[in-house]
């Protein structure tokens, strides 16, 4: 079954390249959003099964837009990327309720894949 | 001296005055002991309005003392004026207990007391016969109408009434004041308050005379007893002014001496505050250099302006203003004592003006200091941003682009020549943006052909038509031209953001040792360099070269940045 993709990033640019690389690895990507607050609606309305999502948003930082997905145990798998390295980010994957990271010029189907 | 010696002569022939001689004696103590004090006052205190308060009381009592004369038109004027120094008197001690100017309650007294004495008392002189109403020695009275009892009586009666009311609303001022007053106030003030109350009596025992209607020589004795509090009135005065030259002599002596032996910070305030008996005493010194006052440490302060507790007075040196002592505005002194006691501290004021303006300096460069690291830190903080949300974007949608190319290119190589071309396009993008953040760092023009190119290129990338002036042709040190690279720069973004200039010129001169920057433009004005963070910045970078910024940009009249920087 095709897997649902909501793509969460505050540059146009990323969002329209991660939708064609995704679109072309067989994912259905069926929404974009541009910051922490639409994300949470988007969720919400879509319910897609994954949520690529930056750390960095202009709103909500992107861990707490995690945390609240995940607030119900119900929600959808959460993947983090950014343009930053993992280690610049500090953050402490154990903790965080993510499935986990791909660097933004590494994203391709297969990476995703390989988190789910 | 004439007007005593026709009252004297008036009272000694008067028909209706009964104890002549004791009365002349009376009139002369308290006539020429009031005009007597009161010119010594005036003449010592020209400025202060006791002194001439005083010797208009002593013409007024010897003016009301005509009365005693048989001629009708001498008796009816003395008669008429007869009250006017009682008021006079009021005056006095109000002003003398206030101590600098009148309140509003003292105005509201004195006014109705002057009218009372003067056109409160016509309606009851208009219908009194003084034969009828019991001065059978009398003359006649030259404003009679004609004789009324009843008429005179009301009158006479809401005559007093009011009279009693002010008195008492003097009273109260008298009391309030005292209890307000510091110890040092009091012990000053001790005398004049005395004269207060003696007058308070003299005028109680007047209006005992009249109202008792006792006739011939008993209402003499009784007039001539009540007059003798009235009497030490002057001198009491006296007595208080002497007290407070001495204390003003010995403050101004010991603060001399103190000051003599090299006071170190602060001591100055305290000598000052001691000498003034002011412990809430502050003292400002004069930065003429940034035309403000700052206290011992440096700091800026403002001083007071609508604070009537507090009064300023200024110390000036050889014309040039020093220091500013700010008081309490009820100091118990004289108004000249503190400018006494700011002249004889005058050098140590000099002195410890420098040591303050040293202190603000050392205050400004730190601030300064701790601009430019904030303005290095905020620097930093934008390049990272800029860096991440522009060119490493650019790059990543570039390698996200090259690898969807990749796995199209066999399949679908129209797809893919398409990506390789927006993958270019973003590249040129990304290489613009790294050489724009790179000229922000640090202008490599600057750096390899000198301060004139850099400009005429800053000029070139203007979107306002810029005109340049003269340019040096010269190389100037490196930190002097990048600073005025960064003038002419931010000015020229000013223009361009903000002015809606048409145009704008740049020159820099090099001048008697320092360099002039100075970037003009005819746009709207109204730039305000306290609250734009870009013309801050600048002035904190030219603080560091010891340069100044001036921004003159009044509403509709363009706007001119003029940095003048130091330069060997």
């Known amino acids: ?116 | 001296m004439i007007l005593g010696g026709i009252d004297v002569a008036l009272i000694l022939t008067s028909n209706h005055v009964d104890v002549r001689g004791a009365t002349a004696a009376v009139a002369l103590v308290v006539g020429w002991g009031f005009i007597g004090a009161g010119l010594f006052a005036w003449d010592r205190r020209p400025d202060n309005s006791i002194g001439s308060l005083m010797v208009a009381t002593g013409f007024a009592w010897l003016l009301g003392l005509i009365s005693a004369s048989n001629v009708p038109v001498l008796f009816t004027v003395g008669v008429l004026l007869s009250s006017v120094y009682i008021i006079t008197a009021i005056h006095m001690l109000l002003a003398a207990t206030r101590g600098r100017g009148l309140s509003r309650g003292d105005r509201r007294i004195l006014t109705a007391g002057y009218l009372l004495v003067t056109v409160g008392l016509l309606p009851m002189y208009l219908f009194l016969d003084p034969a009828k109403g019991g001065c059978d020695g009398c003359p006649d009275n030259v404003i009679l109408i004609q004789h009324n009892q009843t008429v005179v009586d009301v009158a006479s009666a809401v005559v007093n009434l009011v009279g009693i009311s002010l008195l008492a609303a003097v009273l109260i001022t008298l009391v309030r004041r005292w209890r307000r007053a510091t110890p040092p106030q009091r012990r000053l003030y001790a005398p004049v308050y005395a004269s207060g109350v003696a007058l308070m009596i003299a005028v109680i025992g007047q209006l005992g005379v009249q109202t008792a209607g006792s006739e011939g020589s008993a209402a003499d004795i009784l007039f001539i007893i009540s007059v003798i509090p009235l009497a030490l009135v002057p001198y009491l005065f006296l007595a208080s002014f002497v007290r407070a030259r001495m204390a003003q002599g010995g403050a101004v002596g010991e603060l001399m001496s103190r000051l003599s032996a090299a006071p170190r910070g602060g001591q100055v305030r305290d000598a000052l505050a001691d000498a003034l008996e002011d412990p809430s005493l502050e003292l400002l010194f004069w930065l003429p250099e940034g035309e403000r006052y700052v206290d011992a440490s440096g700091q800026h302060y403002e001083l007071p302006e609508d604070d009537p507790g507090r009064a300023v007075t200024k110390v000036d040196r050889d014309g040039e203003c020093v220091a500013a002592i700010v008081h309490d505005a009820r100091l118990p002194h004289m108004s000249g004592h503190v400018d006494a006691v700011g002249a004889a501290a005058a050098l140590a004021l000099e002195n410890e003006r420098l040591d303050a303006a040293l202190r603000a300096k050392i205050g400004e460069l730190r601030g300064s200091r701790e601009r430019m690291l904030r303005i290095g830190l905020e620097e930093r903080r934008r390049l990272e941003r800029d860096l991440h949300d522009g060119a490493q974007q650019r790059l990543v949608s570039m390698a996200l682009n090259i690898r969807l190319a990749r796995a199209k290119l066999n399949e679908d190589p129209l797809a893919a020549e398409q990506l390789l071309a927006s993958a270019g396009t973003e590249l040129d993008s990304a290489l613009e943006e790294l050489r724009e953040l790179a000229r922000g760092i640090h202008p490599a023009v600057l750096t390899d052909r000198g301060l004139g190119t850099a400009l005429e290129t800053l000029a070139n990338r203007a979107p306002v038509p810029v005109e340049l002036g003269e340019l040096p042709d010269e190389r100037l040190p490196e930190a002097v031209e990048l600073a005025a690279y960064f003038v002419v720069a931010e000015a020229l973004t000013n223009v361009a953001k903000y002015s809606k200039a048409s145009y704008a010129t740049v020159q820099v001169e090099r001048d008697n040792g320092r360099v002039l920057v100075e970037v003009a433009d005819d746009g709207i004005g109204g730039a305000d360099p306290v609250r734009g963070t870009g013309l801050r910045g600048l002035a904190d970078r030219l603080a560091v070269l010891e340069g100044r910024l001036e921004v003159e940009s009044e509403q509709g009249r363009g706007t001119t940045v003029r940095a003048r920087i130091p330069c060997g």
């Open chain 1, 1 to 116: 079954m095709t897997r649902t993709v909501l793509i969460v990033d505050d540059h146009p640019s990323f969002r329209a390249s991660a939708r064609m690389l995704l679109e072309a690895e067989g994912f259905d990507v069926i929404g974009e959003a541009e910051d922490g607050t639409s994300a949470l609606r988007a969720v919400e309305e879509l319910q897609p099964d994954v949520v690529l999502l930056d750390v960095q948003l202009p709103d909500i930082d992107g861990i707490e837009v995690a945390t609240r997905l995940s607030e119900n145990g119900s929600g959808p798998a959460i993947v983090l990327t950014s343009s930053r390295d993992l280690a610049d980010l500090g953050l402490v994957r154990e903790r965080s309720p993510v499935r986990g990271f791909i660097p933004k010029a590494e994203l391709s189907g297969a990476a995703l894949e390989a988190l789910l």
